[in-house]
Every structure is written in C-alpha cells, then in structure tokens.
C-alpha cells in the first residue's frame, strides 16, 4: 500500500525529483508509489545526457493499475514536483481531484519546480502557468522557492516581511518557503507561513550545495507531518535533516543521501523562532 504518490522527474544517476523523495521517505517509513513525469540518465548540467518525457498515456495507465490493484486505498498524500508539460499538468490535476474525491483526508503537496535563481523559469512557461492556475489552487500544502513564490504571486519576497506576505498570496493553509532571505546574507531561511502564525529556520548559506535540497526537504516534511508532528515540529525536523544531508555532501556534485542516512533520518530539531502570529490579510495574486 502507498501512503505517499510521487508524480516528478526520476534519474537513473543521482538524487532529484522522484530520485531524492522516495529515498527520504522511505528511510523514515513511508511507503510510497513513484511516477516518473520524465526519465533521465542524469541532471541535464552535466556533459552528456539523455532524457525522455513520460508519455502522459503511460503516466494514465500507470496510476489507474495502482488504483485498480488496491495500492492507494490507504493514499495519505500527493506530492507533485517537475511536469514537463501542459498535459502532464493537467493529469495530474485531474488525478488529485479524483483521489481526494474518493478520500477527502488526503493532503496534496504542490513542489512546484518552475524554476530558480539566477537562471529564472527553466519549465516549459505553458507549463509553469499550468503548475500556478491548475495545481496551485489544489493544495494544501506548497513548497517553491523564493524564486517560485515571487513568479506565482507576482509579489517580491527580498525580505522575511514579504516573503510571509507573497505565501498568504497563495491562498493556501501552508506554505514552506525554501531559500528565503534570513536575518544576514550569510544565511538562508526555510519559512513556514500558516494562516495565523509563520516559523522561521535560518542556515548558513554555502558557496555550492548539489541539486536535490528542495525535493529532499519537501519528501521529509511531509513525512514528518504524516507521523503526526505540528508544521512548525516538521520544520524543525526537516530542516535538521537538510542541513545534515548537504553537510555530509559537501565537495560533491550529488547528494549523499544512502552513505549518511543514519545522521538525516534522526537528527535533533533544528532552532526555530516565530516570525508572526496574527493573521495578516492575504494579498491578491497578479496575473
């Protein structure tokens, strides 16, 4: 049985999208199904590659035979990272509304990989405007980037104050808020904005850290939420693992997410201070 539905990238070498979250997850008890929007030997920034789309008739016929043999009677949550495509947005679209229709309990998380700093919008914009019109407004829970948060709303997020009121932009009941600005330019921030409250997790900010942090980290506070810790305990603990897990691959150009297990899977709650705890009135997304 999943608890968990993966529907991202996958790579044969390394740790990204489907490759980075089903580890995690699993590491920490999870069980999870795994759907590959599209398949690669490796991350694209290296010398050869080689790639292909997961035809979005595949991707249907895939998770009708794991609904149809009985693997997500128990579905606890969704998680969505890269779509590819237009299409491959909207299947997913289409099977969120139909696992929550048949279980309303269960929570849709939007990693909504659009794109980062300093290179911008690296999806397919027909599919990022998908991603923020058609999946955004599905979930509970979402996970960008700053970079992400300010593309979707519209709204910049240079400063804590902004980055809590772009994320109330989305609407939704969560918003984990990666590679935000923190108190000095020497650190980063995970930030946590819920609708009366936000919680932030600063870290120091490193000169190179390998792709994969992002889909690693929303796998793990998701998991953490699932084993019944409040948001602001999966933040603690979430971000506790990340620091861990890009300390011991430091000097790498992968994650070393199987060699340091042992350390992420069981960490000590990372400090985090509380930012706001009133309701601000949310601000409406531009187009």
Request: hydrophobic share 50%; aromatic share 6%; net charge negative.
């Amino acid at each position: 049985m999943a608890a968990v539905l993966l529907f991202s990238s996958q790579v044969a070498h390394g740790h990204v999208g489907n490759s980075a979250m089903q580890f995690a997850l699993q590491r920490l008890g999870v069980n999870c199904a795994a759907v590959p929007s599209i398949f690669l030997s490796n991350r694209p920034d290296y010398a050869a590659v080689h790639h292909t789309q997961t035809a979005v008739e595949t991707c249907d016929g895939v998770l009708s035979a794991l609904e149809a043999n009985g693997w997500m009677n128990d579905l606890r949550a969704i998680i969505t990272g890269y779509l590819p495509s237009e299409a491959h947005v909207a299947l997913a679209a289409r099977w969120i509304e139909r696992l929550r229709a048949a279980n309303p309990a269960v929570l849709y998380i939007c990693d909504p990989v659009i794109g980062d700093e300093p290179d911008g919008v690296y999806l397919d914009e027909a599919a990022a405007r998908a991603v923020r019109d058609q999946l955004i407004p599905l979930a509970q829970i979402a996970t960008p980037n700053r970079f992400e948060l300010s593309w979707l709303t519209g709204l910049s997020a240079n400063t804590s104050g902004e980055t809590v009121n772009a994320a109330r932009a989305l609407g939704l009941n969560t918003v984990l808020v990666t590679s935000s600005p923190a108190e000095n330019e020497t650190r980063l921030a995970n930030t946590l904005v819920l609708p009366a409250e936000a919680w932030m997790a600063t870290v120091a900010r490193r000169e190179s850290v390998p792709h994969g942090t992002g889909d690693f980290l929303a796998a793990v506070f998701t998991a953490r939420l699932l084993q019944g810790y409040r948001a602001e305990e999966a933040l603690a603990l979430a971000t506790a693992s990340m620091d861990a897990l890009v300390s011991a691959s430091a000097g790498l150009t992968e994650l070393e997410m199987a060699a340091s297990q042992s350390v992420w899977a069981d960490p000590m709650p990372w400090p985090i201070h509380e930012l706001f705890s009133t309701p601000h009135a949310p601000v409406l997304m531009t187009a």
